[in-house]
Every structure is written in C-alpha cells, then in structure tokens.
C-alpha cells in the first residue's frame, strides 16, 4: 500500500499524439546525415528561454534566481554516456513541459513525414524547415530527461521523460535553479557524442554566434559576440550565410546582404538579407521577411514591421541599437515600435536603412545585371508598389524599374534606356497594358507605334496600375496608354486601303453597335489599325484602365467601363463581315462576331471578368465556318 505522499510523486504516463509518434519514428530509425544537429537544436530552444527570461526582466525583477548568469552549459559524463544542456533561461511548468514537449502542430508533424518520406533530404535542413528540432534528440538518444523549473517565484520544478516510443511521462522533479536541464542517455551508435572535443567542434559550427555564453566544462566555447555587432572585414561569407540560416530557416544563399554598423550619428548595428526566392520554404509559403529588434543586446521585438517601408517587406534580418529606450513596460516597449509612436531614434534608423538598403539595390543593378535580373524576377512587384508609395524614394525606386518593351525581345531596359532611344519629334513614353506579356505583345494598340518604330513598354503585371498612380512623368516625359483616342504620333503614314464603301462600313459599325449595346459608347472606323481587326480605345472622360486594375488586385469585382470600339476597315476579317451583313441584316454570324473582336479586346487587356464564358461562343464561330467552307 502507498502513501498519499507516494501517490503524489508517481511519475504520470502520457502518450504522443500520433503526428507526433510518426516524427520519432522517423528520427530515431530513418535520418542518419548531420545526426549532429541536435545539439544545433537544444542550443537554439535554451537561447530562445534565455531571451524570454531576459525581456520578461525589463518590467518584472519578481523571478526566481533574478542574479544568476544567463547562460547555456554542455556537460558530458563518458561513464553513463549522457549529454546534458542545460539553461538558466525562463524554465517551464509541468503543464509547459506537456504542451511544449508532448505535443506538436499537427500540420507541422505532417508536413516534416511528407517530406522525409518523399526524400533522401539532409536530416539538419528539413527538421530547422518544419519546427520538430527538439525531436532530432532521438536520432542519438534512447531516453531523454527533462527537468525545469520556471521563473514564477512559486513554480515547482518537474520532469518528463521519454524513451522515443508512444508515450511519455512527467512527474515532479528536485530541481532547485531556475531553467531547464535536458539529459540525452547516448544510443549504442552514438556513443562518439559523448565527447568533450566533438562537442565542442558541433557548437562552433552551428552556434557560434549565439548571443550567450555556451559553456563546455569551465570554458567558454563560443564567440558570443553577435555578427551584426563586428565590423564588415571581420566577418566570412559562412558566417553571413550560417546567420541567414539561423535567422529565416532558409537554406537557400540570399541574393543580397547589407552589412552595417556604426556608432555615429547613430548606434546602429545590422544585417540585412534580400532571400534568394520571394517565396521561402517548401511548405510554408512565406513571402514577408522578419526583422529581429534589439536593445542594448535584448531582443525587443522578433518581428519589427516598421524599421523599413512596407514596399520592402520581404527583407530579412537583425536590427540593435543601444539608443533605443528600454522601456518601463513591456507593453510601452511594443507600442514604442509602432508605425504610429516612432520616436525621432526610431525614425533615424528606420531612415538610414531604407536608404542604405536603396542605395545596395541600385549598385548592384549597375554592377551585376544577372543577378539583378534574378532580384527583379523576385521583387520587381514590390519596388512597383513603392513607386506608387513612397514619394521620398521616387528617384532611387524609378532607377530599379525594370520593363520588357516591344523592342527589347527577352530583355529588360529602364526607363532610362527607353528615353534614350526615343524617336525624332517623340515627347512621351508609350506603355500597353495586357493580361499577360504575350497578350501585351499582341495588341491591336501597337499598330501604329510599330509601323513607325516607336517602342512601347509592356506592362502585365496588377501591381503595373498602381504603380502608375505614382508615375505619371519622367525625366520630363509623360507616360501614355496607347489606348488613347487623341495620340499623335510623330511621322506620317499611308492609310491602309479599304475595299469597303462608306455605307458598308456605316451599316456593319450600325449592326455591330447593336449587338454590343451599352457595352460600347460608338462603333467607328480607325485611322491607325494596320494589321488588327478592331480595338478598344478611351475617350478623354473615359476613366482609366489602371483603376479597374487596381480594383482587380484588391479582389473587387469590376465591370469593364463602356468605351469606343473602332475596326479596321482594311482587314479581311471586317471586310468579310461587312459583305454578310450587306447580305442580311440580322446575320447572326455578324452578332457573334462583334461580341468576339470585344471579348478579345478585354482578354488582351486583361480585363474580361470570365473567359469561359466565350466558349459556346466560339464554338458557333466554328461551325459557322465549318458549315461555309471556310475550314
């Protein structure tokens, strides 16, 4: 019979969700690459409890242990053959130890099988990738202990257990310092772990720059000392790149770094890093990067939203300054970094990067144009974006635009190329805007600037209105829609000859105005079309496509504006039709026409709400033209 103070202490058996089994099964009998890692892990999560107890004792002097060393400690008993880490970070309850250690996001857990299963993929890449670095502990252990003690001056101290099976145990726990102590009891085959040098090497490896002492026996192991906080020539491309790594959980090299670091005007200390793809992972699907904020080393705020403009959201990286207040709260420490309550050292440094961060983009456009191209493909959309936003930067943003244009073939010029290639007598810089490049490249707009060698700027992209609404000139050159109805081009050309009579062309543009009906405002003939057979142009009061674009960006429904259709009276195609409805008024033929040329204008454009919908359409076309001979 056991005593109610027995019962008490009897470790309580728990089990594994069943994500989290599959994730132990696959550690523990499957990956063997870099099984080093793990300590890479454990060093990460006692770091991670360091700096939670060091922000929560900006406002809260009330913790256990309040002037013990922070700090990490790797021991090693070759004897037993066990590892210990342990912390003297924020520590956890028994119900964190439950939460925390027992359980994992379910889509985590799955998403980390899948891809295990469905590749011979370096164990350390894709156990940082999905978040189960904790687990990795089983690849080189048979049973784990876990003991801690959290902050909270009244917490006890518990244990949890686990063998790498399907459950787990916790139980109370003689453990009379704050923070956590995770013992590792070595597998057969990992028995080289249980070495002082071996350790050693790992921690220089893959946490060198972890910014609290790492202790093996009595000596310190690692560097310490941030990156960010060492001037440029101290630091190797490794170093960037294992920062980077550490940082994002991108394991990909980044495009672009910015080193700084400076004691004047400001004391400002970063690193930032431009990612390779805009879209980081091969789950998660990020494309916004994170700015980590610190204070006189403390780490304030893991995700600083308004250090830079919006526009440059998918930056990476570290910001510290010892200028930056600690606040009496932990609340007026978040809000002091709002966009709103920026103090003036907030807007310095805020000011500073944005313009070193300019400065960066446009070098490395006039220095490696393949690698900008690559930055481009990325980020273009975010740099458009800026332009239509940011009126302080215009000049640094309109010197990274880059566009296709009609002449250009594969490559991309600025703006700066296109007015240097301008025609005589030409005093604007023309752009058509399509659903896609090649659709920009076909349409019947650019009959006239093709038959004088006026090059055109091709824009497809959503974000290309709104980019426009901030770019209306440059260098003194007015950008212009070629849909415009009132364009005079420098130069004269031959009208093309027409075969159709003026009643014809009357009767056809009549019969097409009828079937389109307030779709469009007049059907006339056109002075410019030279190889289309129709297009849509605005008038002066006509409201501009680039709105109805940006309408479609946010996700609202817009309902083409009717404008003026104007049809080549030289084209096959409307000579054809004009002939049939000479024939018959009602030719249903002629009808279906109109309304194709009009689809295929807004399609062209980018603009036609629901192309499906031209299917039946078509498909009486093509009978039509079976029935006739035609095909």
Known sequence: MTTDQEAVHQPEAMSFRAEVQQVLHILAHSLYTDREIFLRELISNASDALNRLQF???????????????????????????????????????????????????????????????????????????????????????????????????????????????????????????????????????????NDWKLEQIIKRH??????????????????????????REVEPEQYKSLYQQITLDYEEPLLKLHLSTDAPIDLHSILFVPAKRERGMIERRIEGKIKLYSRKVMIQEEAKDLLPNYFRFVEGVVDSEDLPLNVSREGVQSNVGANTQSPIQQRIRKTLTGRLHRELNDLAAQDTEKFAAFWKEFGVFIKE??????????????????????????????????????????????????????????????????????????????????????REF???????????????????????????????????????????????????????????????????????????????LGRESEPQPRVMELNPAHPLIVALAQRAAADEADPIVAAAAEQLYDNALLLEGLHQNPAGMVPRIQRLLEAAARSGVI
């Open 207 to 232: 946490s060198d720059f972890v910014a609290f002492p790492i202790y093996a026996g009595e000596r310190q192991v690692n560097q310490q000392k941030a990156l960010w906080r060492r001037a440029p």
């Open 475 to 553: 260098e003194g050159l007015k950008l212009r829609n070629v849909d415009e109805a009132d364009i005079e081009l420098p130069g004269e050309l031959e009208a093309p000859v027409s075969s159709l009579s003026d009643a014809d062309f009357a009767s056809l543009a009549a019969g097409f105005a009828a079937a389109l009906g307030e779709q469009v405002k007049e059907v006339r003939a056109s002075k410019v079309l030279r190889d289309s057979p129709a297009r849509l142009i605005s008038d002066d009061d006509g409201p501009g496509r680039e709105m109805q674009r940006i309408q479609q960006m």
């Open 386 to 471: 800026g332009v239509a936003v940011d009126y302080e930067y215009r000049d640094d943003l309109l010197k990274l635009l880059r566009f296709n244009s009609t002449t250009s073939g594969e490559a991309l010029i600025t703006l700066a190329d296109y007015k240097g290639r301008i025609v005589e007598g030409q005093k604007e810089i023309y752009y058509v805007m399509g659903g896609s490049l090649d659709a920009a490249r076909n349409s019947p707009h650019l009959d006239p600037f093709s038959a004088r060698g006026i090059e055109v700027l091709l824009f497809s992209d959503l974000m290309d209105g709104f980019m426009l609404s901030g770019l």
């Open 56 to 194: 929560e004792m900006l406002t809260n002097q009330d913790v256990r242990d309040a002037d013990a060393e922070l700090g990490i400690w790797v021991e090693v008993d070759k004897d037993a053959r066990t590892i210990t880490v342990r912390d003297s970070g924020a520590g956890m309850t028994r119900q964190e130890m439950i939460d925390h250690l027992g359980t994992i996001a379910q889509s985590s857990a799955r998403a980390f099988v899948q891809q295990a299963k469905a590749q011979n993929a370096n164990s350390g890449d894709i156990i940082g990738q999905f978040g189960v670095g904790f687990y990795s502990v089983f690849m080189v252990a048979d049973k784990v202990s876990v003991v801690s003690r959290s902050f909270h001056p009244d917490a006890e101290a518990a244990v949890w257990e686990a063998t790498g099976g399907d459950s787990f145990t916790v139980n109370v726990a003689e453990h009379a310092a704050r923070g956590t102590s995770v013992t590792l009891h070595l597998k057969d085959d990992a028995i080289e772990f249980a």
